[in-house]
Structure formats: structure tokens, C-alpha cells
């Protein structure tokens, strides 16, 4: 009886915090619409992905505040270069709180580094597509095998 008791117990506990989950999947296939602009030197949809971005974080709470106000930046972005710094920061935001709450980012989704920024950005491409120099240097990065801790001062992957 006890130990059947301590298994609904345990059964419950999952079935909390399986519907208190936190979702970024929808946050980020509006991110990776940005990446790939980004990769081809192009602002179409750009500053309409920040805006759903900015929408679906203000949903998640306190939880998405760093990413709401990573999104609000990049709306504004004007040029290229305005863009890719607000495309950072927002990337960064994202996988902070997907490292920080245990979620997943998606699918078939990667994580990417550029050594000649030191950011990451997350991409479904086999092949790096560098969002961060575009067409200048399409193929600059490598994968890295997980989610950064972006706290870290050493942000180079292992």
C-alpha cells in the first residue's frame, strides 16, 4: 500500500511539472526565421519575428522577461549591423532560459558558435549558416555539443 502510494505520488509530482513546463519551441521557429535572414544578409521579417517573439515571451512571465526585452531591441533594429547585435542578445536570452528551466529548444535544432564574435546562435541547418557575417563568411562556426552556460566568462565551447 505504501509503495503504491509513493508511485501515485510521484505520478502526480510529473504530471505538475509536465503542464507548468515552459514552451519555447513556437519562440524559437520565429528566432530560426531571423537566423536564416540574418545568414543571407536580408531584414525581411525580421522586425515581425521580434514582435512574435516579444508577444509569446510576454506569455511565459517573469520567465520571459529577458527574452521579451531582447525581442523589443531587435524590432528596432534598422540595419544589418543593428540586427545582429540584437539578434545576440536575443539568442542568448533564449538559451539561458532554456538551460535555466531544462527545456528543450526544438526539434532537429542545433547550437552554433562563432569564434570571431564569441556568440552562439541556434540553427536547423546541417551546415553552419552564420548569421552574425551573412554571406561575408557564411560558413564561419562550428556545432557545439550543448547549450552554453552563457554565465561563464569563457564562452568558447569545448
Known amino acids: 500500500m505504501r509503495t503504491m502510494i509513493v ?18 519551441k513556437p519562440i524559437v521557429e520565429s528566432y530560426l526565421r531571423i537566423q536564416r535572414a540574418l545568414a543571407t544578409d536580408r531584414l525581411d521579417g525580421v522586425t515581425s519575428a521580434a514582435g512574435t517573439i516579444a508577444r509569446l515571451a510576454a506569455g511565459l512571465g517573469a520567465d520571459g522577461k529577458p527574452i521579451r526585452a531582447a525581442a523589443d531591441q531587435l524590432q528596432r533594429a534598422t540595419d544589418l549591423e543593428t540586427a545582429r547585435a540584437g539578434f545576440g542578445e536575443l539568442g542568448d536570452a533564449i538559451m539561458t532560459a532554456a538551460k535555466r528551466l531544462g527545456v528543450e529548444v526544438g526539434d532537429g535544432v542545433k547550437i552554433a558558435y562563432c569564434p570571431m564574435v564569441r556568440k552562439y546562435w541556434l540553427q536547423t541547418d546541417q551546415t553552419i549558416q552564420n548569421p552574425y557575417f551573412g554571406k561575408e563568411m557564411l560558413d564561419c562556426g562550428r556545432f557545439a555539443p550543448e547549450l552554453p552556460d552563457l554565465n561563464d566568462d569563457d564562452k568558447t565551447p569545448q
Open 7 to 24: 508511485g501515485i505520488g510521484l505520478v502526480l509530482a510529473a504530471i505538475v511539472v509536465q503542464a507548468n513546463a515552459v514552451d519555447l
